[in-house]
């Protein structure tokens, strides 16, 4: 099985690193302060790795880009270009602005014709970005058990062969795939994160998904 490398150590890239664990990967979560991760390392067993992001993209046969929108230039730059050469790098980010919601409507830096991920395809051309798991919670990335079963996952990326790789990879987490397209099509998924999120603040229930 591929080696997985999650650049990002928050609580997307601590749930996706569980259930990479849970699947039987390898997997190795990226931090600029690897101490942090010390207690959760010892609850998540030898089979994670932790180290620096360079080592991490390195490590990683796929790559998870699990960081705040903001942070994604400079942790991919972290990571070493070089790094990051004809591998598939599932890209879990949202353009989210350092504001507050109105209403519950989450304001993006970006615009509807260039959306985050199509900026760092273009930034990293010899990468195969996959958006995937930008619309959902870090609670149900991983096999989630709705009453109305599998939900949707909506992915897109310019290269057939790194979306194959994304899609056995969501079908292992549970997840009813629909593929969007190439990567022009991420200026309609990542505003999901929007709608997605309205219903948490209005209602403080996070627990849903898309079906």
């Known amino acids: 099985m591929k080696k997985i490398g999650i650049i990002g150590s928050g609580?997307?890239?601590?749930?996706?690193?569980?259930?990479?664990?849970?699947?039987?990967?390898?997997?190795?979560?990226g931090t600029r302060d690897v101490a942090k991760l010390s207690d959760w390392k010892s609850k998540a067993g030898d089979k994670v790795k932790t180290g620096s992001v360079e080592d991490t993209a390195k490590f990683g046969d796929i790559i998870v880009l699990a960081v705040k929108g903001n942070a994604a230039d400079e942790a991919l730059k972290l990571a070493g270009i070089n790094n990051l050469a004809n591998k598939t790098i599932i890209d879990t980010t949202n353009p989210i602005a350092d504001e507050l919601p109105v209403n519950g409507v989450l304001k993006f830096y970006t615009d509807l014709n260039y959306s985050l991920m199509e900026q760092l395809q273009k930034a990293i051309p010899a990468a195969n970005f996959v958006k995937a798991f930008n619309s959902v919670g870090n609670a149900l990335m991983v096999n989630p058990d709705l009453p109305g079963g599998k939900p949707t996952m909506f992915i897109?990326?310019?290269?057939?062969?790194?979306k194959k790789e994304v899609i056995e990879?969501?079908?292992q987490f549970g997840w009813e795939i629909e593929d969007m397209g190439k990567a022009e099509a991420a200026r309609a998924i990542e505003p999901l994160c929007i709608l997605w999120c309205i219903t948490g603040f209005l209602t403080n229930t996070w627990m849903h998904a898309f079906k």
């Open 11 to 29: 609580a997307v890239g601590k749930a996706l690193a569980a259930g990479f664990v849970k699947h039987g990967y390898d997997a190795m979560i």
């Open 169 to 171: 990879i969501l079908d």
């Open 156 to 162: 897109c990326g310019n290269n057939d062969g790194a």
